[in-house]
């Protein structure tokens, strides 16, 4: 077989094969067209509508490129101007990103320590179906000494709740109850005074004031502390619905779940819009652990990798 010397490689990156066809008389040289290769930051951002379409480059300015990535986090256009106006014009030398963006979060937004929700005599859990309110009671147990929270189910309609809240308990060592009624939680209250008590609430519809309103009794019979439990993918629109009538309730605060499952949370800040502060986040579905303290600097980085690290976020975007 006659050997075939080969070229040597250049610097250039190879060119495309070939194609030699022969149409009407005369040879045609086809070349394939390959794909065009956009830089990450250009694309990271691009709507889940539009596939492998660019945005326009990341401005270059530091206060425009932070502004940049509130829009494509989906952080409300209103709360998103206001941070962007929060963010430092100068610093230290060495202040990063992270720093300046973590400075305007703070000016911007209320955060609370998660100590002030496990160290309530009693929570109220609440929030849309499907929220992960039941996997977040079982992890506010695990932060408390073995078997002193005391796990009410009062989702007695959805029998795949309850069974879930039983198996969580068992594996805590914690009891479950059950109250159907806010009579019902009395009595449980009455005979567990010192200990205390984390209520899981059936999910409420975010548009829904009169179910949000029923929430009330609940709250008043045990003093209950009411928590937001919102999911890391929900709508800014329905974030905010749903903080202001929890906010009418009393107010209370926001744990935010599945925050390590989508790449964009931004919507989540809607619930600030109303005024409810962030305490923590939930980023495993793990009952066991995976609960977190949310504070500017930990939200600032969050919404920095969501917006550039596609190679980390392979889920659709929200």
């Not at 495309?16 to 694309?43: E, H, N, Q, S």
């Not at 990271?44 to 326009?56: F, L, N, S, Y």
């Not at 159907?180 to 005979?191: N, R, S, V, W």
């Not at 890391?232 to 906010?247: C, D, G, K, S, W």
Request: charged share 20%.
């Amino acid at each position: 077989m006659p050997s075939r010397k080969s070229r040597p490689l250049s610097s250039a990156a190879p060119q495309a094969p070939v194609v030699i066809r022969r149409g009407r008389g005369r040879l045609r040289i086809k070349r394939p067209i390959t794909d065009a290769v956009f830089d990450l930051m250009a694309v990271a951002a691009r709507e889940p509508t539009e596939p492998g379409m660019p945005e326009p480059n990341w401005p270059s300015a530091d206060g425009g490129f932070l502004s940049a990535v509130l829009r494509a986090q989906r952080v409300p256009e209103a709360l998103a101007r206001e941070i962007a106006a929060a963010i430092p014009e100068r610093g230290p030398s060495d202040a990063t990103m992270v720093d300046r963006l973590s400075q305007a979060l703070d000016a911007v937004l209320d955060f609370t320590p998660i100590e002030t929700l496990l160290n309530a005599p009693a929570l109220l859990l609440a929030g849309p179906p499907g929220a992960g309110k039941t996997t977040l009671a079982a992890k506010l147990a695990a932060r408390r000494e073995r078997g002193t929270a005391r796990l009410v189910a009062a989702d007695g309609e959805r029998a795949g709740a309850l069974a879930q809240l039983r198996e969580f308990a068992a594996a805590l060592g914690n009891p479950l109850l059950e109250a159907e009624t806010p009579a019902a939680l009395a009595a449980i209250a009455a005979g567990h005074s010192t200990e205390p008590l984390i209520l899981d609430m059936p999910g409420v519809d975010p548009a829904d004031a009169k179910a949000w309103q029923a929430l009330r009794p609940w709250l008043d019979v045990v003093s209950a502390m009411p928590v937001l439990v919102l999911p890391a993918n929900v709508p800014a629109e329905e974030a905010l619905a749903m903080a202001t009538h929890f906010r009418a309730l009393g107010g209370g605060y926001a744990v935010l779940t599945r925050f390590d499952m989508v790449r964009r949370v931004g919507g989540t800040l809607g619930a600030s819009l109303a005024g409810v502060p962030l305490a923590g986040v939930s980023v495993t579905p793990n009952f066991a652990y995976g609960l977190r303290p949310l504070s500017p600097e930990i939200l600032a980085r969050r919404l920095l990798s969501g917006a550039l690290e596609a190679a980390r976020w392979q889920a659709p975007a929200a």
